[in-house]
Protein backbone atom coordinates (compact mmCIF):
# COMPACT_ATOMS: atom_id res chain seq x y z
CA UNK A 1 0.00 0.00 0.00
CA UNK A 2 1.37 3.45 -0.59
CA UNK A 3 2.79 5.73 2.22
CA UNK A 4 0.35 9.03 1.57
CA UNK A 5 3.00 10.71 3.90
CA UNK A 6 5.74 9.41 1.19
CA UNK A 7 4.06 11.64 -1.63
CA UNK A 8 3.98 15.00 0.57
CA UNK A 9 7.07 17.53 -0.39
CA UNK A 10 7.94 19.97 2.07
CA UNK A 11 8.59 23.28 0.13
CA UNK A 12 9.17 25.28 3.32
CA UNK A 13 9.09 24.50 7.14
CA UNK A 14 9.62 27.41 9.80
CA UNK A 15 9.59 28.01 13.13
CA UNK A 16 8.55 31.48 15.31
CA UNK A 17 6.48 33.50 18.20
CA UNK A 18 3.45 31.90 16.55
CA UNK A 19 4.30 28.43 16.29
CA UNK A 20 5.35 26.08 13.26
CA UNK A 21 4.52 27.13 9.55
CA UNK A 22 4.98 24.44 6.75
CA UNK A 23 4.04 24.74 3.20
CA UNK A 24 4.28 21.15 1.36
CA UNK A 25 2.66 19.48 -1.95
CA UNK A 26 0.86 16.40 -2.25
CA UNK A 27 -0.35 14.70 -5.53
CA UNK A 28 -3.96 14.74 -5.63
CA UNK A 29 -6.35 12.19 -6.68
CA UNK A 30 -6.41 13.22 -10.76
CA UNK A 31 -2.62 13.59 -10.25
CA UNK A 32 -3.20 17.52 -10.31
CA UNK A 33 -0.60 19.07 -7.40
CA UNK A 34 -2.43 20.27 -4.56
CA UNK A 35 -0.25 22.95 -2.06
CA UNK A 36 -0.89 22.85 1.55
CA UNK A 37 -0.51 25.22 4.56
CA UNK A 38 0.02 23.97 8.12
CA UNK A 39 0.21 26.76 10.54
CA UNK A 40 0.79 26.14 13.83
CA UNK A 41 -0.15 22.33 13.73
CA UNK A 42 -3.75 23.46 12.24
CA UNK A 43 -4.37 22.73 8.56
CA UNK A 44 -5.30 26.16 7.47
CA UNK A 45 -5.80 25.38 3.61
CA UNK A 46 -4.90 23.55 0.22
CA UNK A 47 -5.59 24.79 -3.30
CA UNK A 48 -8.32 22.46 -3.94
CA UNK A 49 -10.59 24.86 -4.14
CA UNK A 50 -9.64 28.24 -3.84
CA UNK A 51 -13.12 29.90 -5.37
CA UNK A 52 -14.22 30.84 -1.50
CA UNK A 53 -10.80 32.76 -0.98
CA UNK A 54 -11.57 34.72 -4.33
CA UNK A 55 -15.35 35.14 -3.73
CA UNK A 56 -13.70 36.96 -0.68
CA UNK A 57 -12.27 39.93 -2.80
CA UNK A 58 -14.94 39.43 -5.39
CA UNK A 59 -18.00 39.78 -3.51
CA UNK A 60 -16.26 42.29 -1.15
CA UNK A 61 -15.35 44.43 -3.74
CA UNK A 62 -18.23 44.42 -5.48
CA UNK A 63 -19.58 46.23 -2.62
CA UNK A 64 -17.21 49.01 -2.81
CA UNK A 65 -17.95 50.74 -6.36
CA UNK A 66 -15.48 53.57 -6.18
CA UNK A 67 -12.59 53.67 -7.57
CA UNK A 68 -8.79 54.28 -5.88
CA UNK A 69 -9.60 51.53 -3.38
CA UNK A 70 -7.57 51.17 -0.10
CA UNK A 71 -7.59 47.47 0.45
CA UNK A 72 -6.23 45.23 3.45
CA UNK A 73 -5.96 41.74 3.87
CA UNK A 74 -5.70 40.10 6.82
CA UNK A 75 -3.74 36.54 6.55
CA UNK A 76 -1.34 35.40 3.71
CA UNK A 77 -2.14 32.03 3.13
CA UNK A 78 -1.46 30.98 0.05
CA UNK A 79 -2.08 34.45 -1.71
CA UNK A 80 -5.68 33.53 -3.75
CA UNK A 81 -7.56 36.37 -1.78
CA UNK A 82 -4.79 39.08 -2.34
CA UNK A 83 -4.41 38.18 -5.77
CA UNK A 84 -7.80 38.31 -6.43
CA UNK A 85 -7.96 41.75 -4.86
CA UNK A 86 -4.74 42.93 -6.97
CA UNK A 87 -6.31 41.59 -10.26
CA UNK A 88 -9.44 44.36 -9.87
CA UNK A 89 -8.02 47.32 -11.48
CA UNK A 90 -9.86 49.79 -9.49
CA UNK A 91 -7.81 49.03 -6.37
CA UNK A 92 -4.78 51.62 -5.57
CA UNK A 93 -3.16 49.51 -2.60
CA UNK A 94 -3.29 46.37 -0.88
CA UNK A 95 -1.54 45.55 2.18
CA UNK A 96 -1.44 42.66 3.90
CA UNK A 97 -0.83 42.03 7.03
CA UNK A 98 0.28 38.28 7.52
CA UNK A 99 1.58 36.78 11.36
CA UNK A 100 4.39 34.34 10.15
CA UNK A 101 7.35 36.18 8.81
CA UNK A 102 8.29 32.95 6.93
CA UNK A 103 5.41 32.87 4.69
CA UNK A 104 6.20 36.48 3.27
CA UNK A 105 9.38 35.43 2.60
CA UNK A 106 7.77 32.40 0.77
CA UNK A 107 5.84 34.81 -1.37
CA UNK A 108 8.50 36.57 -2.10
CA UNK A 109 10.97 33.59 -3.41
CA UNK A 110 7.38 32.98 -5.72
CA UNK A 111 6.54 29.88 -3.72
CA UNK A 112 3.06 30.51 -3.14
CA UNK A 113 0.08 28.98 -5.72
CA UNK A 114 -1.97 32.34 -5.50
CA UNK A 115 0.74 34.56 -6.04
CA UNK A 116 3.23 33.25 -7.75
CA UNK A 117 5.10 36.21 -8.30
CA UNK A 118 5.25 39.86 -6.51
CA UNK A 119 3.69 42.96 -8.31
CA UNK A 120 6.13 45.38 -8.06
CA UNK A 121 4.02 48.21 -7.63
CA UNK A 122 0.37 48.36 -5.20
CA UNK A 123 1.02 45.66 -2.92
CA UNK A 124 2.47 45.92 0.34
CA UNK A 125 3.49 43.03 2.84
CA UNK A 126 3.45 43.66 6.13
CA UNK A 127 4.47 41.10 9.11
CA UNK A 128 2.11 41.43 11.38
CA UNK A 129 -0.86 40.95 13.90
CA UNK A 130 -3.64 41.86 11.48
CA UNK A 131 -5.40 42.90 15.11
CA UNK A 132 -2.67 45.29 15.81
CA UNK A 133 -2.54 46.56 12.20
CA UNK A 134 -6.04 47.43 12.92
CA UNK A 135 -5.70 48.93 15.93
CA UNK A 136 -2.85 51.47 14.37
CA UNK A 137 -5.11 52.35 12.08
CA UNK A 138 -8.56 54.62 11.75
CA UNK A 139 -10.98 55.37 8.90
CA UNK A 140 -8.08 53.94 6.62
CA UNK A 141 -9.54 51.17 3.99
CA UNK A 142 -12.48 51.17 1.90
CA UNK A 143 -12.14 47.52 2.26
CA UNK A 144 -11.00 45.02 5.35
CA UNK A 145 -11.13 41.12 4.76
CA UNK A 146 -10.05 38.77 7.26
CA UNK A 147 -9.06 34.96 6.60
CA UNK A 148 -6.80 34.65 9.47
CA UNK A 149 -8.70 31.12 10.50
CA UNK A 150 -11.22 28.79 9.36
CA UNK A 151 -13.34 30.67 11.14
CA UNK A 152 -14.72 32.21 14.45
CA UNK A 153 -15.34 28.65 15.70
CA UNK A 154 -12.46 26.93 14.33
CA UNK A 155 -9.06 29.32 15.36
CA UNK A 156 -5.76 28.90 14.18
CA UNK A 157 -4.56 31.02 16.91
CA UNK A 158 -6.12 31.12 20.31
CA UNK A 159 -5.48 35.02 20.34
CA UNK A 160 -7.83 35.22 17.15
CA UNK A 161 -10.53 35.42 19.56
CA UNK A 162 -10.95 39.13 20.12
CA UNK A 163 -11.33 39.98 16.52
CA UNK A 164 -14.77 38.42 16.47
CA UNK A 165 -16.17 39.98 19.43
CA UNK A 166 -17.52 43.18 19.93
CA UNK A 167 -14.48 45.00 21.08
CA UNK A 168 -12.54 43.46 18.10
CA UNK A 169 -15.32 43.84 15.36
CA UNK A 170 -15.35 47.90 16.32
CA UNK A 171 -11.73 48.02 15.83
CA UNK A 172 -11.95 46.66 12.32
CA UNK A 173 -15.08 49.07 11.72
CA UNK A 174 -13.25 52.01 13.03
CA UNK A 175 -10.41 51.17 10.67
CA UNK A 176 -12.68 51.82 7.72
CA UNK A 177 -13.49 55.07 5.71
CA UNK A 178 -17.11 55.70 5.68
CA UNK A 179 -18.88 53.27 3.41
CA UNK A 180 -16.36 51.04 3.35
CA UNK A 181 -16.64 47.05 3.62
CA UNK A 182 -15.41 44.57 6.24
CA UNK A 183 -15.31 40.76 5.17
CA UNK A 184 -15.49 37.92 7.55
CA UNK A 185 -14.20 34.35 5.89
CA UNK A 186 -15.54 31.33 7.57
CA UNK A 187 -15.29 27.63 7.27
CA UNK A 188 -18.95 27.33 8.71
CA UNK A 189 -21.77 29.26 8.57
CA UNK A 190 -21.73 32.15 11.42
CA UNK A 191 -24.91 33.77 11.49
CA UNK A 192 -24.26 35.14 15.27
CA UNK A 193 -21.27 36.68 13.93
CA UNK A 194 -23.71 38.24 11.50
CA UNK A 195 -26.11 39.41 14.37
CA UNK A 196 -23.29 40.28 16.95
CA UNK A 197 -21.80 43.03 13.90
CA UNK A 198 -25.62 44.05 13.18
CA UNK A 199 -26.03 45.08 16.76
CA UNK A 200 -23.06 47.11 17.15
CA UNK A 201 -23.29 50.91 16.08
CA UNK A 202 -22.16 52.51 12.97
CA UNK A 203 -23.06 49.44 11.06
CA UNK A 204 -25.49 48.60 8.16
CA UNK A 205 -26.18 45.86 5.17
CA UNK A 206 -24.79 43.22 7.11
CA UNK A 207 -25.02 40.49 4.99
CA UNK A 208 -24.35 36.24 5.61
CA UNK A 209 -23.62 34.64 2.19
CA UNK A 210 -23.27 31.04 1.87
CA UNK A 211 -21.09 29.59 -0.50
CA UNK A 212 -21.64 25.69 -0.92
CA UNK A 213 -18.06 23.77 -2.01
CA UNK A 214 -17.91 19.96 -3.34
CA UNK A 215 -15.02 18.20 -2.15
CA UNK A 216 -14.34 14.70 -2.20
CA UNK A 217 -17.96 13.79 -3.06
CA UNK A 218 -19.48 16.39 0.54
CA UNK A 219 -21.01 19.54 0.48
CA UNK A 220 -19.33 21.83 2.34
CA UNK A 221 -21.17 25.16 3.30
CA UNK A 222 -18.49 27.85 3.86
CA UNK A 223 -19.67 31.47 4.45
CA UNK A 224 -18.99 35.64 4.34
CA UNK A 225 -20.46 37.77 6.70
CA UNK A 226 -19.96 41.66 5.34
CA UNK A 227 -20.53 44.73 7.39
CA UNK A 228 -20.34 48.57 5.86
CA UNK A 229 -19.83 50.74 8.29
CA UNK A 230 -20.99 54.23 7.86
C1 LIG B 1 -6.48 30.39 5.72
S1 LIG B 1 -5.00 31.29 5.49
C2 LIG B 1 -5.53 32.63 4.45
C3 LIG B 1 -5.85 32.19 3.06
C4 LIG B 1 -5.90 33.31 2.05
N1 LIG B 1 -7.20 33.95 2.09
C5 LIG B 1 -5.65 32.81 0.63
O1 LIG B 1 -6.39 33.17 -0.27
O2 LIG B 1 -4.73 32.01 0.40
C6 LIG B 1 -4.81 32.12 7.05
C7 LIG B 1 -3.56 32.97 7.14
O3 LIG B 1 -3.71 33.91 8.20
C8 LIG B 1 -2.49 34.01 8.91
N2 LIG B 1 -2.81 34.53 10.26
C9 LIG B 1 -3.36 33.88 11.30
N3 LIG B 1 -3.59 34.73 12.31
C10 LIG B 1 -3.18 35.96 11.90
C11 LIG B 1 -3.17 37.25 12.50
N4 LIG B 1 -3.65 37.46 13.74
N5 LIG B 1 -2.68 38.29 11.78
C12 LIG B 1 -2.20 38.10 10.52
N6 LIG B 1 -2.18 36.89 9.91
C13 LIG B 1 -2.67 35.84 10.59
C14 LIG B 1 -1.94 32.60 8.87
O4 LIG B 1 -0.55 32.59 9.13
C15 LIG B 1 -2.31 32.19 7.44
O5 LIG B 1 -1.30 32.58 6.55
Known amino acids: MADPAAELQELGRAAGAHGEVTLRRRTGPDDAEV ?6 GVFAMDDV ?13 RRCPAE ?7 GLGLGWT ?3 VLAEPRVAA ?19 PGLPAL ?3 RLTLHVADVA ?19 GPAFLVHHSNAGLYEEAGLATALAALRPGGVLAIWSSDPVPELADRLAALPGTADVEHLLLPVQRDGRRFDYAIVFARAV
Open 49 to 61: DTSTEQALATETL
Open 35 to 40: TELIVD
Open 94 to 112: VDVAELQPALVGWAADGLL
Open 119 to 121: PAE
Open 68 to 74: GLRVLVG
Open 132 to 150: VHLAGARRNWDAVLLDVDN
Open 82 to 84: AAT
